[in-house]
């Protein structure tokens, strides 16, 4: 009936923050990557691409910190999360 698909994991876009890439990328090494699906990795691109916008203008905004870590609490990234 349903079959299961791996989902696609997206590349790193060449334009984020270094650190925000690294974040990205450290989601990909992690064991918890495996229970990600496509949804997952599309939330994470979002975070990712807010938090690179965040780190290259001039003023780091602090109102974006929290429902950015909120977001990462969900994908498990932080572990107290785990």
């Known amino acids: 009936?349903?079959?299961?698909?791996?989902?696609?994991?997206?590349?790193?876009?060449?334009d984020w923050h270094p650190i925000a890439k690294r974040w990205?990328?450290?989601l990909k090494d992690s064991g918890q990557a495996q229970f990600y699906k496509q949804s997952d990795w599309l939330t994470a691109v979002y975070v990712t691409?807010?938090?690179?916008?965040?780190l290259t203008q001039g003023?780091?905004?602090?109102r974006?910190?929290?429902?950015?870590?909120?977001?990462?609490t969900g994908l498990l990234?932080?572990?107290g999360a785990r």
């Open 59 to 62: 003023k780091f905004s602090t």
């Open 24 to 26: 990205f990328q450290s």
């Open 1 to 14: 009936m349903f079959g299961f698909f791996p989902p696609t994991v997206p590349r790193a876009s060449g």
């Open 77 to 79: 990234a932080a572990e």
């Open 64 to 72: 974006f910190f929290q429902p950015a870590m909120s977001a990462m």
């Open 49 to 54: 691409e807010a938090m690179s916008r965040n």
